[in-house]
């Protein structure tokens, strides 16, 4: 598909007592070092590893999230990025130095997300690192100012968070329509409904379905868009819409799906669902487990039960003392961002700042997180849809089916949507 041809494209879119306790402290590094000796985790060791207590100033970094907002509310991602930072503690830290976790939830506000930046710089983090806002256009200018780094996060919604020389975004949040476009037209769906939570960028996805649907060789008109109120209520007129469709794409939180699938049985309507991760989750399953059955969701991160994810795992066991969703997005997302962001403060040759984190991650071309996303170059940016969305890096997504009420990977490969996000041929 060329540029001409594109579909239309909208900007908007975290013996001696003394004596005793020695022989004590002597027998517990003994067991330490035999610990050690077995080996860790698959993936760097595990949190009882042996290792030298970090030591001198904290690298001071932030967790972003909507907490307590109504409608978007990821507790999840300032979770996961304390038990990393305990989990990292343990280990000796960050080049030796402990790493400090600020939490700031913004409440899917933007003048909260413009405050979260503002303590960031009074508080002179190296980071924001692994964070999620619905609307970060106020933040991103104070940040830029700043020079701190918008790093790893898993999803953007505003055209700030795709432009600017600070943002780093791990995630692929474009990538999603036209990946689920073409798996539901290779599952076989025939009258599909797409159901979006009602912000600006539920055009942009729109119009990102339809290319994945070109992709396929098909035209993508008359495919129905429904508009769902963000915050969870009565959505019975909503369902009506929805009726007799076979498949049904949403791209909503956790919060409304609830809603939608009590109004949808109250119309009698059952699609096939598809849906996000860190969305359509786990959760969502163990509370409608007739209706999801079978369903599919898209993911930035592979499967929780992945290799992957060892280290998050034992993590989870050592320190989370939350019952929260561990298994989406928000945690596996924060914990992807924290890997990379480790990754690339460990090759910066000197002290560890702001400004000399902002440079390496701008150098940084081959991030690898061993799988957790695809490895990314952060050096070149992508001319694609016309150039609207430099700060894109990763194009890659993963699949999992519910069977017997539970996630389950799809082949367990990422799948590459370079091509389909503009409408071109897989």
């Not at 690898?368 to 990763?394: A, Y």
Request: with cysteine; charged share 20%; hydrophobic share 40%.
């Amino acid at each position: 598909m060329t540029k001409g041809d594109q579909v239309g494209l909208p900007r908007t879119f975290e013996g001696s007592s003394n004596a005793r306790r020695v022989g004590f402290l002597a027998l517990l590094a003994l067991l330490a070092l035999l610990a050690a000796g077995c080996g860790g985790s698959d993936n760097g060791g595990s949190p009882t590893e042996a290792a030298a207590a970090p030591s001198g100033d904290p690298i001071k970094v932030m967790s972003e999230a909507p907490v307590d907002s109504p409608a978007f509310s990821y507790p999840n991602i300032p979770g996961a990025a304390k038990v990393y930072a305990q989990w990292i503690n343990a280990k000796g830290g960050i080049a030796g130095r402990p790493l400090q976790v600020i939490s700031c939830d913004d409440r899917a506000d933007a003048a909260e997300a413009a405050n979260c930046a503002r303590k960031a710089a009074e508080e002179g983090v190296v980071a924001n690192v692994g964070s999620f806002s619905v609307d970060a256009s106020r933040a991103i200018p104070i940040l830029e100012k700043s020079h701190i780094a918008w790093f790893g996060a898993c999803c953007t919604l505003v055209i700030q968070e795709s432009t600017s020389k600070i943002s780093f975004p791990m995630g692929c949040l474009l990538c999603f329509p036209p990946a689920v476009a073409i798996k539901m037209v290779d599952d076989g769906c025939k009258n599909i409904v797409e159901a979006y939570g009602d912000l600006p960028a539920a055009d942009l996805f729109s119009a990102l379905f339809a290319n994945g649907y070109k992709s396929k060789g098909l035209d993508p008109t008359g495919l129905k868009v429904v508009k769902i109120p963000l915050a969870p209520g009565d959505y019975s007129a909503q369902a009506a819409q929805i009726g007799e469709a076979d498949c049904l794409y949403g791209s909503l939180t956790y919060l409304q799906w609830p809603s939608l699938i009590t109004a949808l049985n109250g119309v009698g309507a059952s699609p096939r669902l598809y849906g996000l991760q860190g969305n359509l989750t786990s959760k969502i399953v163990e509370q409608f487990p007739k209706e999801t059955e079978g369903a599919v969701v898209v993911n930035t991160d592979p499967n929780y039960e992945g290799y992957q994810w060892a280290d998050y795992r034992e993590a989870l066991k050592a320190y989370a003392t939350d019952d929260l969703d561990w298994n989406s997005l928000g945690g596996l997302g924060a914990w992807a961002a924290f890997t990379a962001f480790t990754q690339i403060a460990e090759s910066i040759d000197g002290e560890i700042d702001n400004t000399t984190f902002l440079e390496a991650a701008n150098k940084a071309d081959s991030v690898d997180t061993d799988g957790m996303v695809g490895d990314i170059d952060f050096t070149k940016e992508w001319s694609g849809l016309g150039g609207k969305f430099p700060r894109t890096f990763n194009f890659t997504v993963f699949f999992d089916e519910v069977k017997d009420g539970e996630l389950k990977p799809i082949d367990g490969e990422s799948i590459d949507v370079t091509n389909p996000i503009e409408g071109k041929p897989e």
